[in-house]
């Protein structure tokens, strides 16, 4: 039973414009949620994150917005470049037990 | 700064024999984990560290695998006998104590079990 899950496996965005990486939780006790990003052959790296008490975080290109309600984030690229193509993974938080979806694959294309 | 270190970065067992895998972690960071992903899935927590003790080792399948963090500093995870379904990215990560840190994740060592 996935208590994360991002259902889209992949998405393809035009360089310059806006990705959107969704993600879906069931467990109401997550308190914390971070998104990575992860390259081939390499671990996955931090990307951004929000606490359960706030609905929205930025860094930079990089926005997460948490609907608690809908126990759903979404990430946010915008302006896409190529370099941000990867594998996407959310991840939530229960009590320092971290919980990952499956992941997305974005290709942001020239 | 030097980030999570860990080797060997790819390693091939015939199965039945052992293997370990070392992890040095950031320095300063007393929280240690080891993962494992699978192709196509997200990393699953084998084992947490606090300094030197196991404090969530729930989903650690004991009877071939064990992990050490002497002196709270770096670690090894040791499979006997390694099996072919074993055949996965193992992944290291280390983070600050106290809730709603991020870990940060060595490059990962991929095992193959022939």
């Known amino acids: 039973d996935q208590q994360v899950k991002q259902n889209s496996p992949s998405l393809s965005v035009q360089e310059g414009r806006i990705s959107i990486l969704n993600c879906d939780y069931t467990n109401s006790m997550f308190d914390y949620f971070l998104w990575y990003k992860k390259y081939p052959a390499e671990g996955p790296t931090f990307l951004i994150s929000i606490s359960s008490i706030k609905d929205k975080n930025e860094d930079g290109r990089f926005t997460v917005f948490l609907n608690k309600s809908a126990k759903h984030l979404s990430l946010h690229i915008v302006p896409s470049q190529p370099g941000d193509s990867a594998v996407y993974f959310c991840?939530?938080?229960?009590?320092?037990?971290?919980?990952w979806g499956l992941g997305t694959s974005l290709a942001v294309n020239p | 700064e030097a980030g999570v270190v860990q080797s060997p970065r790819y390693k091939i067992i015939e199965k039945k024999q052992p293997v370990a895998f070392w992890c040095n972690p950031i320095s300063g960071h007393n929280t240690l984990y080891w993962y494992l992903q699978n192709l196509g899935q997200g990393p699953e927590l084998l084992i947490r560290?606090?300094?030197?003790?196991?404090?969530?080792d729930s989903q650690l399948p004991k009877d071939r695998f064990s992990a050490e963090r002497l002196k709270g500093v770096d670690s090894t995870l040791k499979i006997q006998p390694a099996e072919l379904g074993d055949s996965a990215v193992y992944l290291c990560a280390s983070s600050f104590s106290g809730p709603n840190t991020e870990a940060f994740f060595g490059q990962g060592t991929r095992l193959t079990v022939v």
């Open positions: 991840a939530a938080s229960n009590n320092r037990k971290l919980i």
């Open positions: 560290y606090e300094n030197e003790e196991a404090v969530d």
